[in-house]
Antibody
Framework: QLQLQESGPGLVKPSETLSLTCTVS??????????WGWIRQPPGKGLEWIGS???????YYNPSLKSRVTISVDTSKNQFSLKLSSVTAADTAVYYC????????????WGQGTLVTVSS | QSVLTQPPSVSAAPGQKVTISCSGS????????VSWYQQLPGTAPKLLIY???KRPSGIPDRFSGSKSGTSATLGITGLQTGDEADYYC???????????FGGGTKLTVL
């Protein structure tokens, strides 16, 4: 079945760029009707959508993060990636990647998540 | 402050039924599909309900979803201790142009 796995550094310094990759297995990232999204969850808090990408490269972002976020896709590797620039402690969170049904806006499945801590 | 409002916590005894509400507005729940997610302690969210009231394969019919106007409800019957988790509603907000989630509801099975 379709599985997603996040990877990347668990510790990022303030003002630097957070970079994560999500590897999709058990299916193609080039599936029509689905976007691929990033969602984060600060410790003890709720879920926040960051942004999503279609296999063609079309993206849409959370307006509150848009100036700092870049999501890209590599169909040859069945991966998509997140870059979040100028991070602060407020960006400390578990970051999840997930497949998104664009028109109906549900997320399934989700990766297991990766904790990224912003600290010097 | 979440765009979608959920009660912080609910509780019920094993075998009983519980409902979790999710309140929004015409720009989100009122005109878009609602989904529900279960997050067991220390794990990733899992899709429970999509398109307001549909269950993915493998989700037992003890879980149900409904929507009326600008509110949605998740129902769980035959409560089990394994249902203790955080539950989130989600939808699209057409005015804000972003995917939104409720603040989450912690279910305790007493």
């Amino acid at each position: 079945q379709l599985q997603l796995q996040e990877s990347g550094p668990g510790l990022v310094k303030p003002s630097e760029t957070l970079s994560l990759t999500c590897t999709v297995s058990g299916g193609s990232i080039s599936s029509s009707s689905y976007y691929w999204g990033w969602i984060r969850q600060p410790p003890g808090k709720g879920l926040e959508w960051i942004g999503s990408i279609y296999y063609s490269g079309s993206t849409y972002y959370n307006p509150s993060l848009k100036s700092r976020v870049t999501i890209s896709v590599d169909t040859s590797k069945n991966q998509f990636s997140l870059k979040l620039s100028s991070v602060t402690a407020a960006d400390t969170a578990v970051y999840y990647c997930a497949r998104q049904k664009y028109s109906n806006n549900w997320f399934d499945p989700w990766g297991q998540g990766t904790l990224v801590t912003v600290s010097s | 402050q979440s765009v979608l409002t959920q009660p912080p916590s609910v509780s019920a005894a094993p075998g009983q039924k519980v409902t979790i509400s999710c309140s929004g507005s015409s720009s989100n729940i009122g005109n878009n599909y609602v989904s529900w997610y279960q997050q067991l302690p220390g794990t990733a969210p899992k899709l429970l309900i999509y398109d307001n009231n549909k269950r993915p394969s493998g989700i037992p019919d003890r879980f149900s979803g409904s929507k009326s106007g600008t509110s949605a409800t998740l129902g769980i019957t035959g409560l089990q201790t394994g249902d203790e988790a955080d539950y989130y509603c989600g939808t699209w907000d057409s005015s804000l142009s972003l995917a939104v989630f409720g603040g989450g509801t912690k279910l305790t099975v007493l």
